[in-house]
């Protein structure tokens, strides 16, 4: 309850600097090229700055004061047009003429600037300055994610969850082409950074559900990330506690090539020092990326996008203290270690991609690509434990005979190398109409040589044991708890393309937008041939209020991979098939304006997915353990909602609540929770800066999330372990001190600030409670009672970081 009342406190005490930047007023009329005046234009300096021309044509909005700004006005029949200006102190008048155009263009059917950088309107933006200043562990964007749509599966790692799905079940693409990730990371320590560099980054949007055919074969969600084109030289510098970062851009004068190279280095052994234990950690993480854009005619273009990381993980354990159970029987357990883990992963990505654009209608997109991962993990701990339960009278931990030990050994290799090559075009039949089509092969090299096993031993006996009679003696073999021996190679290949046409059109005075399209895959594994139909459809009604309704529909197959189709004894299953779900999304976008007539969102959507041939799974921290069998089928549904707005100018924040449902029946035996059912989620982003001190920014990262099913051993039954975890809660805090930036910070001519165009210090505040969340349990067995005991594994704890951000 005393974190509840310091948290509370934090955010209130964040909204009390809440303040407005200094405005001024544009306002104008709009007319037609007889000087007739037009309803209805939108007016628009951005998404969040906007007005509403009236039956007069006269329009007025608010803008910044002393800054350049362009102020664009479209109106449905008629060309757009925009004008440049610098605004002062005093109030602006602005008058347009819009000219007809022959062919009669509707107009987007979303909200104007919300979705502007991708046409599917299931996809939410994510605007890159809210990342700019946000406390990250894992160095990528996922953790800004877990505020909105998603929940990650720890704050070490890039993994998340989407609507009850795991985290196979996510697309990830960087500049149109799918990204690959290890197979072998079981944890978020292991896994390092994540492989998107934020510092490239042009654009993010992020589709929960109900996407587009041209979008692959998944069954949760998409991430879609643009790097960007630098227009001219740059560069940015990154340093914490935690490592650095630096990232180089360049162009030559005509702008024909253009690159940005970025390089990330990151040693995360402080954060991990906070976790239970006595542990020596040295992990290391390693990455280079690069995008070069080269054109050498109006029509053609080239581009290079290639990437190579080295994550070695080196672990030694020692020994551990964890007291647990229930207030009425506290247990403690007592652990002490020998051996040691060493895990590297070496992965590296390439991409040549050609542009040709033959008409201003017709394009082609060719991509050839590549992604190599060697991953090796080797490991010997030997464990010696002791379970004491407390004395009902004192509270004391009493000495027990519940002792025992285990033994965990691995010698996992795997090299996989995936090829391939896409096509894909789009012809604009008119003006409000296209049509797309793509094509892709791919080819896989899976080699996977494995070893692993584990013996546990509890008062002197192997378990599993037998159970004999008192005085009996057990002659039976010494027994692993589980085991899995392979060596695996698997060559395969697949073809998949699609077709979609998308056309808007005006339904009275309201706009609709229609997508529809079909997917078609292939894999010559199992010979398996799937059709995705997918659909989606949005309705713009001419109302005062400001509304959007969106209905997606489709069949989202997913073919197994390498994982999906090996069974727990480490044989493939050349009989395995795609898992399917199918996808029924409402949603709807509200804008308003409130508290001093700032602009406001309110997003919604209500799901449900049927599940079929599905492949159970097991988790195991990060790590999906499937059993390489369809035998089950399922549901999700739920509600996610989110308000968000610009409490002051530039700093967008926002509150998002989710409820959700995912149960399984496997094997016909009754529906029971998935390991990843979501239940309850709260996610806010808050961003401020003081109102007489504008150089001092913060932002606040709550989440609250309900436990996860706490899942069962690893290869046991799940219907005899129904309970979950506890509930997930953290909050983190960035505080930043900007000396120079390009807009209310500039530095002054001859004080020698003025060679930076960035210049700030922060200090950020992970798990600002100190709340040691539970990511999944080890299990202990008791030969005296013959039953397991949930051990949870905690989290990191709290953790302040310092972090230098340069740009020149």
């Not at 234990?277 to 080239?302: C, I, R």
């Not at 584990?454 to 008192?470: F, T, W």
Request: proline fraction near 4%.
């Amino acid at each position: 309850m005393k974190n509840y009342k310091i948290l509370s406190f934090l955010v209130l005490w964040t909204v009390s600097f809440t303040v407005w930047g200094q405005a001024i007023n544009i306002s104008g009329k709009v007319e037609d090229e007889q000087g007739n005046p037009l309803k209805g234009a939108h007016v628009y300096v951005k998404s969040d700055q906007f007005s509403t021309s009236d039956i007069k044509g006269n329009y007025r909005l608010q803008v910044p004061s002393h800054t350049s700004i362009i102020l664009t006005v479209e109106h449905i029949g008629f060309s757009v047009d925009s004008k440049s200006i610098i605004t002062t102190d005093e109030d602006i008048v602005v008058d347009f003429k819009l000219k007809t155009i022959k062919e009669k263009v509707i107009p987007e059917i979303v909200f104007k600037g919300a979705r502007k950088k991708s046409a599917d309107i299931t996809m939410h933006p994510i605007d890159m300055k809210n990342l700019d200043n946000t406390p990250t562990l894992s160095g990528g964007v996922e953790e800004i994610l877990n505020t909105v749509f998603v929940s990650t599966a720890s704050e070490l790692s890039s993994f998340y969850r989407v609507r009850g799905g795991n985290y196979d079940e996510n697309l990830v693409y960087i500049n149109g082409v799918e990204i690959y990730k290890p197979l072998s990371v079981r944890s978020g320590q292991q896994e390092g950074m994540s492989i998107i560099n934020p510092d490239m980054v042009s654009t993010v949007n992020f589709s929960a559900g109900g996407f587009e055919s041209r979008y692959g074969d998944k069954m949760s969600s998409v991430l879609d990330i643009a790097y960007r084109k630098p227009k001219k030289f740059e560069t940015k510098l990154e340093a914490s506690l935690l490592g650095g970062g630096t990232t180089f851009g360049f162009a030559d004068k005509k702008n024909k090539f253009s690159g940005i190279l970025g390089a990330r280095y990151r040693n995360t052994d402080l954060i991990l020092n906070t976790f239970d234990g006595d542990t020596d950690f040295n992990p290391e993480y390693f990455d280079v990326q690069t995008f070069l854009q080269y054109t050498w005619a109006p029509k053609w273009k080239l581009s290079f996008l290639g990437n190579y990381a080295s994550n070695e993980y080196k672990m030694v354990p020692k020994k551990r203290e964890v007291e647990f159970g229930t207030l009425h029987q506290p247990i403690k357990l007592n652990v002490a270690y020998n051996g040691n883990e060493k895990d590297t992963y070496k992965t590296a990505n390439g991409t040549l991609s050609l542009e040709f654009k033959p008409t201003d209608n017709l394009a082609f997109n060719l991509d050839g690509y590549a992604f190599h991962s060697k991953e090796h993990e080797y490991f010997d701990i030997s464990a010696g434990y002791m379970l004491q339960e407390a004395d009902h009278n004192t509270g004391d931990f009493l000495p027990s005979f519940n002792s025992g030990g285990q033994i965990n050994h691995g010698r996992n290799n795997l090299d996989m190398l995936v090829l391939g090559t896409q096509l894909k075009s789009k012809y604009n039949l008119n003006i409000n109409s296209a049509l797309e089509a793509g094509f892709q092969y791919q080819h896989e090299d899976i080699r996977n040589l494995k070893n692993e096993w584990q013996l546990i031993d509890s008062a002197g006996y192997s378990i599993p044991r037998p159970i004999l009679p008192p005085g009996d003696l057990d002659e039976s073999d010494l027994i692993l708890l589980h085991h899995v021996s392979a060596n695996n190679k698997l060559l395969s290949n697949r073809i998949n393309g699609y077709l979609q046409y998308s056309t808007k059109f005006l339904w009275n005075t309201s706009r609709v937008l229609i997508n529809a399209g079909v997917r078609a895959t292939y894999w010559d594994f199992n010979g398996e041939t799937n059709f995705s139909p997918r659909a989606q459809i949005a309705l713009k009604p001419d109302w005062k209020i400001d509304m959007l309704f969106r209905f997606a529909t489709g069949f989202y197959y997913q073919p197994p991979f390498y994982k999906e189709a090996m069974r727990l004894d480490g044989i493939l299953n050349d009989k395995i098939k795609s898992q399917r779900s199918i996808h029924f999304i409402l949603g709807n976008d509200f804008e308003f304006k409130m508290l001093n007539k700032h602009p406001f969102k309110l997003t919604t959507e209500i799901y449900y997915k049927k599940l079929d041939d599905l492949i159970p799974y097991f988790l195991d921290n990060v790590r999906v353990i499937y059993t390489g069998e369809n035998n089950s089928k399922g549901y999700a549904y739920g509600i996610d909602a989110r308000l968000n707005g610009e409490f002051v100018s530039g700093a967008e924040s926002w509150l998002s609540v989710s409820y959700g449902k995912t149960e399984e029946n496997i094997d016909g035996r009754g529906y029971i929770p998935r390991p990843t059912d979501p239940r309850l989620k709260v996610g806010l982003f808050f961003q401020d800066y003081m109102k007489n001190y504008p150089r001092f920014k913060a932002n606040v990262n709550l989440v609250y999330a309900s436990g996860l099913p706490n899942g069962a051993p690893l290869y046991s039954d799940p219907y005899d372990y129904q309970t979950t975890l506890s509930d997930y809660k953290r909050a983190d805090v960035g505080l930043t001190y900007v000396f120079v930036d390009q807009k209310k910070n500039k530095a002054r001519i001859g004080t020698g600030w003025e060679r930076f165009k960035e210049l700030s210090l922060g200090l950020e505040i992970f798990n600002v409670f100190n709340v040691r969340n539970t990511i999944s349990n080890e299990w202990i067995r008791d030969i005296n009672s013959t039953s397991y005991y949930a051990v949870p594994n905690k989290l990191t704890g709290r953790f302040f970081n310092v972090k230098l951000n340069v740009k020149l």
